[in-house]
């Protein structure tokens, strides 16, 4: 333990200071090549000529790569302070070969404290609430490339080769149909994994070895630390690592230090061999907060500055922090629910069809840790909001894209195999299923216009495509009909199904969902709306026999909850580990889903939500 604390010393004496210098960054009239910084070395965005007229300093671009069009404004170098804009309109090849133009928003660059005179000056490019490393380094001309890569980054680059080798074999070995091939890939894959576990962390150890001082050590450093079970890490060198985080990122300023700390003190507070260093790095950061700092960004500072003082022994001020957790806690609630969706959402008037009687299915694959899943995940509740559940039942699978969910289950991933095969991806064309956000409607793809997601802002956009197709579902009939009943007694729970009008061949599938989920994960969506939690009889359901088919399936809340645990645990010991120790079981207030579907096609010919009766 006395080891443990000199450790967490150590790396909290080298926190970064959270102070702005007194005086403005020097930089001198001439030419600057801005630069983003990352493990592989600078990519470039512009040149900058910096001019000094009557005491104001002013930047204009002289040169951009050639797919971008770059634009410099309110350039300011004043009151401890070096900032300026950047916006970018970048031209892109879509899948289908087609040149779009993008535009990249508004990114600040802020520069860091103390940079030396004359020399590159470090910040960060982006907005406050997602800023990477950039550089700002004098150049003789407008050449944007810098020269070859560091000797850092050519470590880091083959470090990454040998990860992607892995990914790329797994993915082909999903995509493979023929069972030979598929045990080829398999084997392929394996040997990709072993030559990765076996390289990537002595690649990782000579970059922080050799070149401490390189940015790439910093993205070597916290890569050791993630996988430090795997890679052997000692908790003397888990110290070391986490001290010269700390130290890389203090020059890029606090946009940059602040929540890299945060992530460092997540990283060492899962680890019960570590934990007890998770104190330093996140201690001067949880102090330094002020009731100017969002709600948002304190909570989740104060959840990682509780778990470090748990794990340093410091229970009455880990209680504490627990108390101003709750009431930020509940104050993001009420803002969240108040503010999204951020639109007016209209209930929709009613079929115009008397004979209409199509349910229409709207199943979205998405996940907490998906950024571009925010606009769909808020479309898919205004769609709740907007329709009646006997007009459209509305599923959400969550998956582990790109990273690590909770509310993952292996029925959801089930359901992801089975839409994959019914509709494998095509890069040339873009067409299929890849990635979260998908959307599909009665077993269909659709909604996919500008990449299927997007942020809170695209949300409003992203419900006009999917009202535009359930609106069209619903004026569709059906020669099928099904019905249900579900009864719950504690954990039992008694589900009744009734088709009718099925063609031969149709499967039935049962669902349980769960109407309301709590879990923030890193795109900040609190509530998760009808989350599949199970499929009763299993993820390819029962086939339809002609005439009125019946079909019943008891199901045990209790065996669900622990095949669930089991599950996240499985994937945590053998894949990643999750983010949060947070997960959501409570499988409060459940619905039942029955769906009729054309495994041929995979076209959805009828469901039913089931309300559940009892306790």
Known sequence: MVRRSLLAAAVLAAAVPLARPADPPPLPDGLYRLSTVNALGEGAVCVLKVETKGGTPSAAVVASPPTAAVTVTDFKAADGRLTFTVSELRTLADPKGNLVTRDLGDRTFVAGPNPAAGGPVRGTLGTDRLAGRAVLAPTDGDDLWPA???????????????ANQVALTRNRLRQEKDADRKKELRAEADAAQKAAD???????????????????????????????????????????????????????????????????????VRSKEFAALALGPIAPVARALTDKDPAATRFDILSTY??????????????????????????????????????????HPGRKDPAANRVAVLELFTGAQCPPCVAADVAFDAAQKAYSPADVVLLQYHLHIPGPDPLTNPAAVARWGYYQKLFPYDPAAGTGVIGTPTTVFNGKQEARENGGGGSMEAAAGKFGQYRAALNRLLEQASPVKVSGTATRSGDKLEIAAEVTGAPAGARLRLVVVEETVKYVGSNKVRFHHQVVRAMPGGADGVEV????????????????????VKYLDEYAATERPFPKPDRPLALDKLGVVALVQDDATGEILQAARIGVGGK
């Open 148 to 162: 070859d890569p560091s000797p850092a980054a050519r470590l880091m680059r083959q470090a990454q080769g040998l």
């Open 198 to 268: 076996e390289r990537v962390p002595g690649l990782y150890r000579a970059v922080v070895g050799k070149h401490p001082d390189s940015p790439a050590a910093l993205d070597a450093a916290v890569a050791l630390l993630r996988s430090a079970e795997k890679a052997k890490v000692t908790p003397a060198e888990a110290g070391k690592l986490a001290a010269l985080v700390v130290k890389q990122a203090a020059p890029y300023g606090p946009r940059y230090s602040r929540p890299a700390a945060v992530e460092l003190a997540d990283t060492l």
């Open 306 to 347: 509780k778990a470090a003082l748990e794990a340093a022994g410091k229970d009455a001020e880990a209680k504490s922090a627990g108390e101003q957790l709750d009431s930020l806690d509940a104050a993001l609630d009420k803002e969240y629910l108040a503010a999204v969706p951020p639109f007016k959402v209209d209930a």
């Open 545 to 564: 026999k002609e005439g009125a088919f019946r079909h019943t399936a008891a199901v045990d809340l209790g065996e669900v909850r622990k095949g669930l």
